[in-house]
C-alpha cells in the first residue's frame, strides 16, 4: 500500500465537526511523516493505529468512531491466522425479519428501497448479537493484558446483502458500538471460500443450507435461533455450552445408540472407556477458547476469567460419562463444567447457566434450549440430521435467503 493512500484515509468527511481540529489535525501530520511499511506509532504518547479505506464512502459516525479508537489506542485488526476468527451473519448479529419478510413475499427490488429508505435506522439486536458483546468485551480485557499480542478474537461480518444494505448495517454497527471492522459482502455467492480465507474459527449464520455447506467443508458452523425469551446474560464473562456427541466428539456413539439403543450404547461406551473419541465438528472452537482462557491463567486470573465453558450433555456421568471426561483430557482440554443430564431436557439447567449461545446436533435440544430463552444454536453433523425434520408448517429453510 503507497503512503498516498495511508493519507487518503484522513481525509476525514465535511461533517465530522466533532472530531475536526482535535484529532484529525494530529492525525494527519503523523501520516505525512510515517513510513508507509509502518501500520502503528505513537503520537503524543497515545498509540494510533492507521487503516485502509473502506470500499464505500464511510459515513461520518463511522469516521469518528475510527479516530477516537485510534486515540484510544483500541484497535488492533490480528491477522487472520493468529486470531480465533468468528464470522457472523448480519441476520445471526441483527434481527432483520421484517425486512426478511419483505424480500420473501415481496422480492428483492420492495426489500433493497426498504433497507434504503431505512438506512438511518439501525437493527434491533438478533440472535448473535450478546455472544459477540461478550466476546467483544474478552478482548478488551485480552488487550489489556496484552497490548501487542494478536491472539484475540476477530468477528469478520459474513453476509451476502447487496451493497445497498452495507450502509445500514455500519449505521447498526455504529449505534451500537460493536468493534466490528471486517465486511464480507458476498453478494449472494457462497461464503464458504471467504469462510476459508478468513481462517475461520466459528461461522454463525442464520441460514440452516449455508451452515450445512460450511460443516461438510469442515468448519465449526452454526445456525442461530432466537430464544423463546430474553435471558439476561453476563456482560463481562463469556459463557459457550456444547453438547458432547456429534458436536466436541464425533456421533459414533450416537449411532450405537440410534441403531442398538440405550443398553447397547452404556455397554459399548463402558467397554470403550479408554479409547478417545473422535473429534467433532466444534472441538476447534473450544480449544481456542483453552487457548484464550490460558492466557489469563498466565497473569493469575484463573478465578476471574472472561471465559467459561460448559459441556451439557445427555450422557450419565457413572456410565457413559467417564468416555467423554476422558476424551476431552486425551486431547488436553476441559470444560470449566461438565454436566451429566442423564437424558432430562437440558433447557432448564441452561436457564440456570445462562450461557451467550448453546450449541447441539439435534433440534429437540435446541428448541427445548431456545424456549426457556437460551441463544441455542444447531450443529447440522452426524446421524441425527438424517431423521426428517418435523412438518410443523415452519417456513421452507431451502429458498435462498438474505444473511
Ligand atoms: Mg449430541
Not at 498509540?47 to 485510534?70: C, D, F, V
Not at 420473501?104 to 434504503?116: A, C, K, P, S
Not at 464480507?184 to 469462510?195: A, D, E, H, K
Not at 472452537?285 to 489469563?296: N, V, Y
Request: with cysteine; glycine share 6%.
Amino acid at each position: 500500500m503507497s503512503s498516498i493512500k495511508r493519507l487518503k484515509i484522513l481525509e476525514a468527511p465535511a461533517d465530522t465537526k466533532q472530531t475536526r481540529g482535535l484529532d484529525v489535525v494530529t492525525v494527519t501530520a503523523f501520516a505525512a511523516v510515517m513510513p508507509p511499511e509502518n501500520k502503528h506509532g505513537q503520537v503524543g504518547g497515545k498509540r494510533l493505529i492507521l487503516h485502509p479505506l473502506l470500499g464505500n464512502k464511510s459515513t461520518s459516525s463511522l469516521w469518528e468512531r475510527r479516530i477516537m479508537q485510534a486515540k484510544i489506542g483500541k484497535e488492533n485488526l490480528p491477522k487472520p491466522q493468529n486470531a480465533i476468527t468468528i464470522a457472523v451473519s448480519s441476520r445471526a448479529l441483527f434481527n432483520m425479519d421484517l425486512e426478511q419478510d419483505i424480500y420473501e413475499q415481496q422480492g428483492m427490488e420492495d426489500y433493497l428501497n426498504y433497507q434504503i429508505q431505512h438506512e438511518m435506522e439501525p437493527f434491533a439486536p438478533g440472535p448473535a448479537f450478546p455472544f459477540i458483546k461478550a466476546v467483544e468485551a474478552v478482548n478488551t480485557r485480552l488487550r489489556e493484558l496484552y497490548p501487542d499480542s494478536e491472539e484475540l478474537f476477530d468477528v469478520v461480518l459474513m453476509t451476502s446483502n447487496h451493497a445497498h444494505v452495507g450502509l445500514r448495517l455500519i449505521n447498526s454497527i455504529n449505534h451500537h458500538q460493536l468493534f466490528l471492522e471486517r465486511f464480507c459482502m458476498t453478494g449472494g455467492n457462497s461464503p464458504i471460500g471467504y469462510l476459508k480465507a478468513y481462517h475461520t474459527n466459528l461461522y454463525l449464520s442464520a441460514d440452516s443450507l449455508k451452515v450445512r455447506e460450511a460443516i461438510e467443508a469442515g468448519i465449526a458452523a452454526a445456525t442461530v435461533f432466537s430464544p423463546g425469551k430474553i435471558t439476561e446474560v453476563p456482560e463481562t464473562q463469556l459463557r459457550v455450552a456444547f453438547d458432547g456427541d456429534a458436536v466436541l466428539f464425533s456421533d459414533e456413539s450416537e449411532r450405537i445408540y440410534k441403531a442398538h439403543g440405550l443398553d447397547k450404547f452404556f455397554e459399548h461406551e463402558k467397554a470403550h472407556e479408554n479409547k478417545p473419541l473422535d473429534h467433532g465438528p466444534l472441538k476447534g472452537f473450544l480449544e481456542a477458547l483453552g487457548k484464550l482462557q490460558q492466557k489469563f491463567y498466565a497473569k493469575g486470573q484463573r478465578l476471574d476469567c472472561p471465559i467459561r465453558t460448559y459441556l451439557v450433555t445427555a450422557r450419565s456421568a457413572a456410565s457413559s460419562g467417564t468416555r467423554a471426561l476422558k476424551t476431552l483430557r486425551s486431547w488436553g482440554l476441559e470444560t470449566d463444567e461438565a454436566l451429566f443430564l442423564a437424558g432430562a431436557p437440558k433447557g432448564p439447567m441452561l436457564e440456570k447457566i445462562r450461557p451467550h449461545i448453546f450449541f447441539d446436533d439435534q433440534m429437540f435440544h435446541v428448541e427445548g434450549a431456545a424456549e426457556l430463552g437460551t441463544v441455542a444454536a444447531h450443529v447440522p453433523y452426524g446421524i441425527a440430521q438424517k431423521i426428517p425434520p418435523k412438518k410443523d408448517g415452519k417456513k421452507d429453510t431451502s429458498a435462498r435467503q438474505l444473511e
